[in-house]
């Protein structure tokens, strides 16, 4: 027993040795990831450095140090040109020991440069970068010394750069910033300022590695119901000489793939497809529940690897249908078999300094954005490409995206070079977000077909027949060659758009097929009744201007500038028409007021006015429209603009209305040949009974008569319940003295309602008697109970606790229906000294 015991203990020893053994060879043969995020220095002048935050950009440092003023505040940005006019140098001086020496590949990447670039590595230059969208990777193994290393960056100036190269191209391009690629937007548009900024703007770091690195996993989805989902494992991984590897991967300790392969030298594609039998799929919000699986790869070499990786990925089929009909083409978005009606916004980047975009910013905003109701995000191409955080977001709110490559308004070169350049870009893009369900569009451009064909460039500029050839050549080599090539070869299961739109909003067959963007109104100067007629298949862009919150306002511009129409209002306002558009329309349908917080809460009450009737004409066209994306959601500086919220994060009238608007169930009047049509839209799966009750008011808000029937809304289309001739009016009375309101009741709980009348706001004979608010301090939010005499319509409440947010705001408040709306408080007042203040339209046409 004892020497059977011994020779146990000895087998357990070598057992344990082994083990070790296969350990240490593992950590030894690691993949080694050495930030270089820390440390950085900005060369000012000769004389002056200083600390320097990377990621980050030349702006934001020399903002942190002291040496510029806030570039938002007042007239600040034309002061501040010249950081975007001259050289600025970035470096680091660091350590590096034999743990990351000692090994046999070692590569610098940089994840994003902005833009022109000069790289050194003791003294050696190593890269000239010229694509912020890329992804630079440098093999330094022979120039890193044991001890001290010195890591140089030189930014060269990108608009000159750029004018350089338009005016040796062979042909004028519309705009010179065409031949750079660098986010467009940051050359000025018309809601955002020209800064041209510099810097390392995403993570360095140095990767060590020895016999093979797993660089990239995603899991494809090609088809999925659920029953049954037919799935692809899509993974990279380097090797530095021929071997094998066991790939295996796993879901709940179930085992998907197990498969034997053999590496090459240098980059092996692996591409294994498999399936999952009654899979939980991923919907988009208000369709299902997002669910999103956590799969295990794990990648063994021969090499004594053991390369692992979680991979977060819903399960999702998604389509774009364009089918023939009689009126056209369709244009619809399918997910798992089942045709979503898109309800949502365009985004730009949410901040003209983009390394000041946090995750903590970027979940309130897309918050905010699934609060009102979408289901949708079109990420502009004028601006980024987002973080992982944005998509990963997206992901679990249950937010589509459709995702533009980063091109707009202007048409692109089609040299050797450039296009070799966006394909590399192109790569690395679609590779880093595939896989993502949220992602169901990728679409070439931004307003590059439609300037061709409709904005009369050949004119303008000049170009011969030959001339315009060559430039619609190079379109179609680059939106319709090449960045297909790349996502059949890289994400092939996502559909794709050449260009949005597809025809301009002057013509129209783009009321007929395909995306438009439609900006008869606000560019032609059309009335917001022409929303109504003109309806597209899928309205991807509309707008109208509104005024940030008077607390917003307080923010960028000093006490002098509160006037409306000053001088600072003007230079956060970039659109050359802009305040003449907003004026203009508000008279057309509102008072138009002379103090500044009442003309900024009038401007929000005519953008809801007009977008709301957009929407509504949208969603009562389903199913031959089916999707609206208005412009804009946030953004990018504090600024006058299509935005429903505001750069500092605060809701405009319209936010608040998009969660009526954007409802899953929507109430919705036309009015035709002066009969009333009362309309129901349903984006929910099953078929709703309920009671539709229509009353008619007076504008005390009294209730004349009340009727009541039930009705049934079909999901697949909207569905009129009913229609009020003249002659079913209970009184005869001007119309600027009745409403109508609808609501549909089911079980005592009311789905949807809304609220119409046939005279403009501005005529409306409102009375006038204050709202009463009674304060009740709860637990984290105070309550505000409000009731009223008469109606007031469009009430805004208003707190001295600016950063607070109330849970309901520009609503009708009814008497006789007391209403208690909730208050979050921002932490920056004692709760016992925060105050609440009202206003409404009743007040301004009384005055």
Known sequence: MRRSLSAYLRIRYIMLFIAVVLVSCQQKNAVLIRPLNEGWMLHVDSQQSIKATVPGLVHTDLLSAGLIPDPYYGFNEDSLQWIGSRQWVYSLDFDIDKSILNNRNIALVFDGLDTYAQVKLNGQPLLWADNMFRQWE????????EGANRLEVRFFQPDSISLVKAQSYGIKLPEHRAFSRKAPFQAGWDWGPVFHTMGIWKPVSLVAWNGSWLREAAILTHHADSLLANLELAAGIESEKPGSARVRLLIDDKVLIENDLQLFPGFNNIRLPFSLKNPSLWWPSGSGAQHLNRFELEIRTSFGELHHKTITNGIRKAELVREADSIGEGFAFRINGRDIFAKGANYIPEDHFI??????KTRKLLIDAAAAG?????????????????????DSLGLMVWQDFIFACTMYPWDTAFLENVRQEAIHQVKRLRGHPSMVLWCGNNEVSEGFHNWGWQRSIGWTATDSASVWHGYLTLFEQLIPEVLTKHDPGIPYWPSSPSLGWGRAESLRRGDVHYWGVWWGEEPFEVYRKKVGRFNSEYGFQAMPAIESVRQFLPEDQLIVGSAGLE???????GTKLIHDYMARDFPVPRVLEDYIYTSQLTQMHG????????RRNKPVTMGTLYWQLNDSWPVTSWSS?????????????????????????????????????SDLSEVITGTLEISFLNTQGETLQTRKTTVTLNPAKATSLAIIPPSDLPVTLPKESMFIRAKLVQKEQTLAENLFSWAR???????????EIEKEIGHDLIFANLSSEVLHYAVQLQSNDTDGRFSDNFFHLYPGEPRTITFKPS????????????????LLVNH
């Open 138 to 145: 440098l093999d330094v193994k022979a120039l890193l010394l």
């Open 355 to 360: 390394t000041r975009m946090s995750r903590h």
């Open 374 to 394: 979408m289901n949708m995000i079109r990420v502009w191409g004028g601006g980024i490409y987002p973080s992982e955080d944005f998509y990963d977001l997206c």
């Open 571 to 577: 230079a956060h306002q970039k659109h050359p028409r």
């Open 611 to 618: 977008i709301g009737m957009a929407i509504e004409a949208h």
């Open 645 to 681: 919220i505001d750069y500092y994060g605060r809701w405009k009238g319209l936010h608040y209305r998009l969660r009526q608007l954007y409802a899953p169930v929507l109430l919705s009047f036309a009015e035709t040949e002066g009969n009333v049509a009362v309309y129901g839209i």
């Open 761 to 771: 706001p501005k005529d409306l004979k409102l009375s006038y008697k204050p709202i």
């Open 827 to 842: 932490g920056n007042v004692p709760v016992g000294e925060i105050t609440f203040g009202w206003r409404s339209l009743n």
